[in-house]
């Protein structure tokens, strides 16, 4: 089967930095889009940023210019680096992922991760 794994989050200062990891593992054939989306409490979750096989990107207009999403495809990994970090930027980070896999042949999913916290607070 696939796994995704996040990694990274914790409790920042406003004005501070983080860097979220994502791996995603098993018989994974190719990984198409993937992306990062949050959940604050009480909203609804939201697309943070993706990012095509090839490299395009887009992003939510609340972190243009502060965010960057990146990926390694020869290790199944897409990260998200996160500066000038506001309070409300306070949510679960999840990751998702368009994934091809072998399961005896081969299927698609869109996958998400566990989720990782990040917290923005002095």
């Known amino acids: 089967q696939v796994q995704l794994v996040e990694s990274g989050g914790g409790l920042v200062q406003p004005g501070g930095s983080l860097r979220l990891s994502c791996a995603a593992s098993?018989?994974?054939?190719?990984?198409?889009?993937m992306g990062w989306y949050r959940q604050a409490p009480g909203k609804q979750r939201e697309l943070v940023a993706g990012?095509?096989?090839?490299?395009?990107?887009n992003y939510a207009d609340s972190v243009k210019g502060r965010f960057t999403i990146s990926r390694d495809n020869a290790k199944n990994m897409v990260y998200l680096h996160m500066n000038s970090l506001k309070p409300e930027a306070t949510a679960v980070y999840s990751c998702?992922?368009?994934?091809?896999?072998?399961?005896?042949?081969?299927?698609?999913?869109?996958?998400w991760g566990q989720g990782t916290q990040v917290t923005i607070s002095s």
């Open positions: 990012i095509s096989r090839g490299g395009s990107t």
């Open positions: 998702n992922a368009d994934i091809t896999y072998y399961t005896g042949s081969l299927r698609k999913i869109n996958y």
């Open positions: 098993g018989s994974i054939a190719s990984i198409n889009g």
